[in-house]
C-alpha cells in the first residue's frame, strides 16, 4: 500500500471537526498503511482562532505498531516556557513514547524560543496551538481541539488551577483512561517552616491554583504524579531574570546588593535536566503514582555567593563587588528570598532511580554569558537606584 499525503500550504482555515473527520478517514487504511500529515500556517488578520500544525516536511506513522502517545501541555512562556520543547525532545528518544503532541498556548511570541526551534528541533511532534488562558475552555473542547486522539500519557506545564484548561485537561486525562497525568506545579506553593530542604511533606498554601489542581486531579482518582520545581534556566529560555541580576551589575562594577550572609543556598536547575525528571516517572509509574509529589531541581546546591563569584569568573572578571545587608530589609531587586528556601530531588533519585543532574552551573555559565552579551544585557541602559538605598539602608 501507498502513503496517503495531505497537505496545506496555504492560509486557510480548518476547524478541529474538519480536522477529527480527516484523522477518521485516513485511520481507515489497511494496517499495513502509512499516512503522513503537513498542515502549515500563516499568521496575522484573518487567522483562525487556534492553528494545527506539524513541523516535520512529513511523518509517517505505521498503522501496525502500537501506540504509546504523549501530550505536553505548554504555557505561552516565562519560567517554565522552555520545559515543553525540553521534554518533547527527552521524550522522542524514550522506547515508551512513539508519537507526541504538543498543546501550546496561542499567546506565545512564536519568533521567541524555545517556540522558534519547534518546527526544526522537533520534527516529528505534532503542535496544536490554542488559546489556553480561555477560563470557558472544556474537556470537550480540548478534544476538539486535538481531533478526537486520545492519550496514554499527559504533561501538563500549563494549567494554573482547577478551572478552565486546567479542569478540561484533568477531565480529557480521565475520559482518555491515560496511564498517568503528570503536573508541573511549583516549589513556590510550599509554606517554609525553617525545615531545608523543604519535605514534600511540607505544608503547602492551600489557595494555590496549583494546590487546587493537584487536589482536584487526585479527587478525580487519576493516576496523578505533581512535580514542584524551582528556578530555571536553559539555552531555550525566554526567562533569564535570575542570573541577568548577577551579570547586570558585575559588568557594569556595580555592586551586587546580597541578602544576609549570602550562605544562602539556592536551586538553579538547567531545564534539560528538568525535562528529564519529568520523564522519569516512566521509569516506575506505579512507584511515581504512589509517592505523587516530587520536589523537582538540581541535587548540586549552590550558595548566593558562590553565584556571584561563577558569573564574575565567566564574565572574565577577577571579583564581584558582593555588599551583604540586613535581610530584615527584604529582598530588594535580588531574584532570590533573603532567606534559605530550596528543594532536592531525593525522592525522585529513590523511588524513580533519576540520576540526578547532568548540568552543572558553573560549566553553563560560559555560553550562558556568551548569550547574554547578544541578547544586549551588558549595553542595556540601567540604574540600581534601588540597590544604592537598600545598601544605604542595610
Known amino acids: 500500500m501507498f502513503p496517503v499525503t495531505f497537505q496545506q500550504r496555504e492560509?486557510?482555515?480548518?476547524?478541529?471537526?474538519?480536522?477529527?473527520?480527516?484523522?477518521?478517514?485516513?485511520?481507515?487504511?489497511?494496517?499495513?498503511?502509512?499516512?503522513?500529515?503537513?498542515?502549515?500556517?500563516?499568521?496575522?488578520?484573518?487567522?483562525?482562532?487556534?492553528?494545527?500544525?506539524?513541523?516535520a516536511p512529513r511523518i509517517s506513522l505505521s498503522m501496525s505498531t502500537p501506540t504509546s502517545s504523549a501530550l505536553i501541555v505548554q504555557n505561552k512562556g516565562g519560567g517554565h516556557g522552555e520545559l515543553g520543547y525540553q521534554l518533547a525532545r527527552n521524550l522522542s528518544s524514550n522506547a515508551k513514547i512513539s508519537s507526541i503532541t504538543i498543546l501550546q498556548d496561542s499567546a506565545c511570541n512564536?519568533?521567541?524560543?524555545?517556540?522558534?526551534?519547534?518546527?526544526?528541533?522537533?520534527?516529528?511532534?505534532?503542535?496544536?496551538?490554542?488559546?489556553?488562558?480561555?477560563?470557558?475552555?472544556?474537556?470537550?473542547?480540548?478534544?476538539?481541539?486535538?481531533?478526537?486522539?486520545?492519550?496514554?500519557?499527559?504533561?501538563?506545564?500549563?494549567?494554573?488551577?482547577?478551572?478552565?484548561?486546567?479542569?478540561?485537561?484533568?477531565?480529557?486525562?480521565?475520559?482518555w483512561n491515560s496511564r498517568m497525568l503528570v503536573y508541573v506545579s511549583s516549589a513556590g506553593i510550599y509554606k517554609p517552616d525553617g525545615t531545608f530542604p523543604i519535605p514534600e511533606t511540607a505544608p503547602v498554601k492551600d489557595t494555590a491554583g496549583q494546590v487546587l489542581y493537584e487536589k482536584y486531579a487526585i479527587e478525580s482518582g487519576l493516576p496523578?504524579?505533581?512535580?514542584?520545581?524551582?528556578?530555571?534556566?536553559?539555552?531555550?529560555?525566554?526567562?533569564?531574570?535570575?542570573?541577568?541580576?548577577y551579570f547586570d551589575r558585575i559588568v557594569r562594577g556595580a555592586p551586587l546588593p546580597i541578602p544576609g550572609d549570602g550562605s544562602q543556598k539556592v536551586s538553579l536547575t538547567n531545564s534539560e535536566d528538568v525535562a528529564s525528571l519529568l520523564a522519569s516517572v516512566l521509569n516506575d509509574e506505579a512507584a511515581a503514582v504512589e509517592q505523587t509529589?516530587?520536589?523537582?531541581?538540581?541535587?548540586?546546591?549552590?550558595?548566593?555567593?558562590?553565584?556571584?563569584?561563577?558569573?564574575?569568573?565567566?564574565?572574565?572578571?577577577?571579583?564581584?563587588?558582593?555588599?551583604?545587608?540586613?535581610?530584615?530589609?527584604?529582598?530588594?531587586?535580588?531574584?532570590?528570598?533573603?532567606?534559605?528556601?530550596?528543594?532536592?530531588?531525593?525522592?525522585?533519585?529513590?523511588?524513580?532511580?533519576?540520576?540526578?543532574?547532568?548540568?552543572?552551573?558553573?560549566?553553563?555559565?560560559?555560553?550562558?554569558?556568551?548569550?547574554?552579551?547578544?541578547?544586549?544585557?551588558?549595553?542595556?541602559?540601567?540604574?540600581?537606584?534601588?540597590?544604592?538605598a537598600l545598601l544605604v539602608m542595610g
Not at 484523522?23 to 487567522?47: D, E, I, K
Not at 496523578?224 to 541580576?245: A, E
Not at 532511580?353 to 547574554?372: N, Q
Open 11 to 55: 492560509c486557510t482555515m480548518m476547524s478541529a471537526r474538519t480536522f477529527a473527520i480527516l484523522l477518521t478517514t485516513v485511520g481507515g487504511l489497511s494496517a499495513s498503511s502509512a499516512f503522513s500529515l503537513r498542515l502549515s500556517h500563516c499568521g496575522g488578520a484573518g487567522s483562525p482562532p487556534h492553528r494545527v500544525y506539524a513541523a
Open 110 to 175: 512564536p519568533a521567541k524560543e524555545p517556540f522558534a526551534s519547534y518546527s526544526s528541533d522537533l520534527p516529528n511532534v505534532r503542535v496544536v496551538e490554542a488559546d489556553l488562558g480561555d477560563e470557558s475552555t472544556t474537556a470537550e473542547d480540548i478534544m476538539s481541539l486535538l481531533g478526537g486522539r486520545t492519550y496514554d500519557y499527559v504533561w501538563d506545564n500549563a494549567s494554573k488551577g482547577d478551572t478552565g484548561v486546567g479542569k478540561g485537561m484533568v477531565d480529557c486525562a480521565k475520559a
Open 224 to 245: 496523578f504524579v505533581s512535580f514542584r520545581p524551582q528556578y530555571i534556566y536553559g539555552r531555550k529560555s525566554n526567562k533569564w531574570d535570575y542570573i541577568d541580576w
Open 293 to 388: 509529589y516530587f520536589n523537582c531541581g538540581t541535587d548540586r546546591l549552590v550558595t548566593y555567593d558562590e553565584v556571584a563569584d561563577m558569573c564574575a569568573k565567566a564574565a572574565g572578571v577577577d571579583e564581584p563587588i558582593v555588599k551583604h545587608y540586613d535581610v530584615s530589609l527584604g529582598k530588594g531587586k535580588f531574584p532570590f528570598r533573603p532567606t534559605d528556601f530550596y528543594v532536592l530531588p531525593t525522592a525522585a533519585m529513590s523511588k524513580l532511580g533519576w540520576e540526578g543532574s547532568k548540568y552543572r552551573l558553573e560549566d553553563d555559565l560560559g555560553w550562558y554569558f556568551e548569550g547574554y552579551l547578544a541578547r544586549g544585557g551588558a549595553t542595556k541602559e540601567m540604574n540600581f537606584v534601588d540597590d544604592e
